[in-house]
Each structure stands twice: as structure tokens, then as C-alpha cells.
């Protein structure tokens, strides 16, 4: 009885103590589909959020990842505001905290309709045979395709969309008519081929890729004294994650399993 007493005893003590406090980070975003996708969605967030909410679990840390401008990003991440940005490459901050394992990248591709009038594409003076084209705002291509943008950017032969989350959009103004090509990731587009019927491949074609793949990391900042920790972290937990079927599960969910 006296032995219980000091079992109960002992447990109210521990019970007493404080928890401790998770760790909180807070990593800003803009939408790289099908990495980074709706933030908020309880269903498809993103591949890229997914796996850092494995890496940074409840109740050890406190993760949150918000939507914001790139303006916006850089200027609280150089304040110390936040503790890391997706989609950096290091040239674009070579004095960040990086992994040693990359964020994910991206290429992107030229898709048009399987009956196109443009059966190879062999620079961007070829576009000029199409009436409309979607391209992504703000986003470079390459040299000779930026020159074309801006050269065209307001006679009417191309429109704009906000980000690669738009690609089943373009796809469907593909399909319409209203476009004869367009520019997106070619991990959007195998997103959204995977998850739509009405896309099918045999209508719609990547005629080429554009420009070189691009390589983007998660940057950490370089004011915070756990930032070295959290990279570290990012490299082992990915390490120990990729070899798992939950990393598989999570590949074919999002477009991005090519066995």
C-alpha cells in the first residue's frame, strides 16, 4: 500500500513538470506544383509539405508554412522574421543555411495539342505561327524565350497564368481552342495528367523541354542559431524517409513516381 502511494505520489509530480514547448518554424512558400501546392488543402498540400511535416513532426516541432510573395519572403527572412524559404537556388543567396540534400527540381516544357500545325520547335520565332499561347507570369524560361516574352507580352498572343497550379487550366484551354500551346513544369503536367481523365496524353503532348533542369533548395536563415540543426535534420530525415513506402505512396499521389 505504501509503495502504491508513493507510485501515485510520483506520477502527480511528473504530471506537474512542465511539457516542453515545441519548436516552432516558420517557412514561407510560393506555389511550385506539385511540390508546393494549396498549403491549406487537407488533402493535397503539396509532396514537398507533406514530407516536411514528416520531417518536423507534432508535438516536437511547431511547422508552419505560409503563401507569400517572394518580396515579402526575402526581406523577413533577412530580418530573421522566418527560419528558411522554398524554392531558393543557391545562387540566389549563396549566404544561407542549405541541406546538402535539394528541395526539388523543376523543367519545364513546351505542350501543345497532338493536331499542331508546329511539329518542332527550334526557337521561340516558331511561336510565332500560333495564334495564342499560355505562358507563367514572372517566370524565366530562357534567354531567347524572356527576349520573346516581352517582346509579346502585350499584342495579345500570350496570355498569362499565375503559376504552374494553373496547368489544368491550360490544359483545358488547350483542349478548347483558345490556346494552340503552352509553357508549364513538366512535374505539373505529370500531375495533372495523373490526376485527370480528360487530359489524356494522346491529346496533349510535350512537343519539347525548354532550357536546362533547375535545381531549388529549401534556404534556411542564416541569423537563426537552430538553423544548422534544422538543415542537418532535413538531410536524415530524407535520407531515412525516401527508403520507406510511405515516400512511394507519396510519389504516386502527387505524379512524381517513375519507375
Not at 493535397?44 to 511547431?62: A, D, S, T, W
Not at 518542332?120 to 527576349?147: C, Q, V
Not at 483542349?175 to 481523365?197: H, K, M, Q, V
Not at 533542369?213 to 535534420?233: D, P
Amino acid at each position: 500500500m505504501r509503495r502504491i502511494r508513493r507510485m501515485l505520489l510520483l506520477l502527480a509530480l511528473l504530471g506537474a513538470l512542465p511539457l516542453s514547448a515545441a519548436q516552432e518554424i516558420v517557412i514561407a512558400t510560393q506555389n511550385y506544383t506539385p511540390y508546393v501546392c494549396w498549403i491549406n488543402s487537407p488533402t493535397h498540400p503539396g509532396f514537398l509539405v507533406e514530407l516536411l511535416r514528416m520531417i518536423y513532426p507534432k508535438p516536437q516541432y511547431n511547422l508552419r508554412i505560409v503563401h507569400q510573395s517572394w518580396e515579402w519572403s526575402r526581406r523577413n527572412l533577412n530580418r530573421g522574421r522566418l527560419h528558411a524559404i522554398i524554392g531558393m537556388t543557391r545562387a540566389d543567396a549563396p549566404y544561407l543555411i542549405y541541406p546538402s540534400t535539394p528541395a526539388f527540381t523543376l523543367r519545364y516544357g513546351l505542350y501543345v495539342p497532338v493536331d499542331t500545325p508546329l511539329r518542332r520547335y527550334t526557337g521561340p520565332d516558331d511561336l510565332l505561327r500560333l495564334m495564342r499561347k499560355g505562358f507563367l507570369r514572372n517566370e524565366s524560361f530562357t534567354d531567347d524565350l524572356d527576349r520573346f516574352t516581352r517582346d509579346h507580352q502585350k499584342d495579345g498572343s500570350i496570355v498569362f497564368y499565375s503559376s504552374a497550379g494553373d496547368t489544368p487550366r491550360m490544359m483545358r484551354d488547350l483542349l478548347s481552342g483558345y490556346l494552340e500551346a503552352f509553357i508549364t513544369t513538366t512535374a505539373a503536367a505529370d500531375w495533372a495528367y495523373s490526376r485527370r481523365n480528360d487530359f489524356p496524353e494522346t491529346k496533349i503532348v510535350l512537343l519539347t523541354p525548354l532550357g536546362e533542369e533547375q535545381t531549388y533548395w529549401i534556404g534556411f536563415s542564416n541569423q537563426k542559431k537552430e538553423s544548422r540543426a534544422l538543415a542537418k535534420r532535413f538531410d536524415s530525415e530524407m535520407k531515412r524517409i525516401s527508403r520507406t513506402p510511405a515516400y512511394r505512396r507519396l510519389q504516386k499521389k502527387y505524379g512524381l513516381f517513375h519507375p
